[in-house]
């Protein structure tokens, strides 16, 4: 779901977007889990989310804080 959101951001804001590290490496992991789950490893997905999902939480924890443009 995360991966599916960030993908979309991707598409429809892609400055906001781009504020987030490895957004584009998050979107393509997502669907190599996704579309070649047979050929997972169980190690990098743990690994991965143990490395990158506390950063990625707090980019968009930042992103959500900002007061919103009133243009």
């Not at 047979?38 to 690994?47: A, F, G, H, N, T």
């Amino acid at each position: 779901m995360i991966a599916e959101a960030l993908y979309r951001l991707l598409r429809s804001d892609p400055g906001t977007a781009s504020r987030i590290a490895k957004i584009e490496q998050i979107v393509a992991f997502r669907n190599r889990l996704v579309h070649l789950y047979d050929r997972v490893d169980e190690s990098v997905v743990w690994d991965n989310t143990q490395d990158s999902l506390h950063r990625l939480m707090r980019e968009v924890a930042g992103l959500l804080a900002e007061p919103d443009d009133p243009a």
